[in-house]
């Protein structure tokens, strides 16, 4: 059905259009955006080499649409970060973690795998490499372990 996909993984839906966005891991490192209508394939984040640069994925794992900012919001795995992509942008910005750089503190990830919000704009994440679920409260940037 999806061409030009190499290894999806994580996915997620704009609820007012029906766009769609997944996570593409294989070799493009970026977020693929297909079109409801058309079902072209075309890059919404990411899709220029991995790396740790802004305009840069490195094997991204979860991801979530967030409808009040028209925003990506990317669990940067192998850059320890997550990271937030407005609609058509060609960088993101980092909400929590240290880029390229794992750790256990309260402001560090560790191969983070899946991030989610609340209603209040908290910040939930997979943080897989720790073992933990760290909680951020909207516009934080340190987190609270919550469990693992």
């Not at 795995?77 to 060609?90: C, F, L, P, S």
């Not at 402001?107 to 679920?133: C, E, K, W």
Request: charged residues 5%; glycine residues 14%; proline residues 3%.
């Amino acid at each position: 059905m999806f061409s030009g996909l190499t290894s999806p993984s994580g996915i997620t839906l704009n609820p007012n259009t029906g766009t769609i966005y997944v996570i593409d891991r294989g070799t493009a490192h970026r977020v693929a955006q297909i079109d409801p209508t058309t079902r072209a394939v075309t890059t919404a984040a990411g899709g220029n080499g991995i790396g740790n640069a802004l305009n840069q994925l490195s094997s991204p794992g979860g991801i979530f649409f967030d409808s009040t900012t028209n925003s990506l919001v990317i669990a940067n795995t192998a850059a320890h970060n997550i990271v937030r992509w407005n609609i058509g942008a060609t960088t993101g910005t980092v909400l929590a973690g240290t880029t390229g750089v794992s750790g256990n503190t309260a402001t560090q990830l560790n191969n983070p795998t899946g991030v989610t919000f609340d209603s209040m704009g908290n910040m939930y994440v997979a943080d897989s490499g720790n073992h933990r679920i760290q909680f951020f409260r909207a516009g934080q940037t340190v987190g609270t372990t919550i469990a693992g």
